[in-house]
């Protein structure tokens, strides 16, 4: 008997794959916010002693997955594959942490869904008997984000109240088929969607409707709706893109009362100068990694939907006055092997 089954866009599996370790890495504004006391490592400088805000973004990636490796007691050597993307052009940043590591490696990119993404083919490795050890890896530099994708920081320029703050941050967590929790209980991988939205500074409109279809289409195949969850966790739409989540999903007859965003949990908007909140491939990454899995670990929460969300354009595509195209993938997960049977 196969020990996942396809429903839809649902992979649900009979024997859940764990995560056995994980950690979560960030920089000064993260030192500043909420969770600060939740992650292993804060850098107050978010140079890391590097020359250049790419190199730090590798840096801040291998601190975070040495600390995985370490909390999961295993050598890089013991992994039979490592699964990460970035926000860097081709996910350089990653490749520069792996090109000093000596372990397989496949390179994701889809923005800031990185980490479900990444996590979801992690857990289905696993549970097909592909690895017996996955490491599952994503990270975003504020500083590198903005030279990217909008313009220098020494350009002084003005953010709108639409903006979303790029979290300087990492989160790393080893996938298993056996041993004890959280475990992944099923995955939904998201379809692209556009809602024509252009601006640049709006990622969490461009965002949200990937991340309401993904839900329904997760209730749809599994008979399940939210309510049944402590939390759902969306990563990360902030101000804007959670108040279209909730009018999206309130025409579809679905009240979303236990949702919680990554980007308006790892900040304090009220009081951090981050406008409509976080975004970042590490957003939704160190949150997972920082607070979610603790808190399934301790048995403070018991099943949990946690999404990434990510806008799917480029410096190029934006410059060519195309629209941001948005994706959600989702990843079920609970305290213990036997929730939600």
């Not at 196969?2 to 994980?22: E, L, M, Q």
């Not at 594959?81 to 081709?90: E, R, S």
């Not at 402590?230 to 579809?252: P, Q, S």
């Not at 976080?278 to 899995?293: D, E, F, H």
């Amino acid at each position: 008997m196969t020990n996942a089954v396809r429903t839809g866009d649902t992979i649900r599996f009979r024997d859940s794959p764990c995560i056995s370790a994980f950690a979560a890495v960030g920089g000064k504004r993260e030192s500043e916010g909420p969770l600060a006391a939740k992650f292993d490592l804060l850098f107050e400088e978010n140079t890391l002693g590097e020359l250049t805000w790419e190199k730090a973004e590798s840096r801040l990636q291998r601190y975070c997955l040495d600390l995985a490796l370490k909390k999961g007691r295993c050598s890089p050597q013991m992994l039979d594959l490592v699964l990460g993307g970035d926000l860097q052009n081709q996910c350089t940043a990653t490749g520069y942490t792996m090109r000093e590591l000596d372990a397989p490696f496949a390179g994701l990119y889809g923005a800031c869904s990185t980490m479900a993404e990444a996590m979801g083919l992690a857990a289905c490795l696993a549970a097909g008997g592909c690895v017996s050890r996955a490491a599952a890896l994503a990270s975003s530099h504020f500083c590198a984000a903005e030279r990217q994708f909008r313009t220098p920081l020494t350009y002084g320029g003005k953010r709108t109240p639409t903006a979303q703050w790029t979290a300087t941050a990492a989160g790393c967590c080893l996938v298993e088929p056996q041993g004890p929790g959280p475990y992944v209980r099923a995955v939904t991988f998201g379809r692209v969607r556009d809602y024509e939205i252009c601006d640049i500074n709006n990622m969490g409109a461009a965002m949200a409707p990937a991340a309401a279809e993904t839900i329904l289409r997760y209730c749809e195949d599994t008979g399940c709706a939210p309510s049944q969850f402590d939390a759902v966790y969306t990563g990360d739409l902030g101000i804007v893109g959670t108040r279209l989540l909730k009018e999206l999903l309130e025409k579809e007859d679905m009240d979303l009362k236990n949702h919680r965003d990554c980007g308006l949990t790892l900040y304090d908007v009220r009081h951090q100068d981050v406008q409509a909140g976080g975004s970042g491939a590490g957003c939704s990454a160190s949150v997972l990694c920082a607070s979610v899995l603790p808190a399934l670990q301790k048995g403070e929460l018991n099943r949990v939907l946690f999404l990434s969300t990510g806008a799917l354009m480029s410096q190029i595509t934006f410059l060519q006055g195309e629209s941001i195209p948005g994706v959600a993938h989702l990843v079920e997960l609970s305290a213990g092997r036997e929730e939600g049977e």
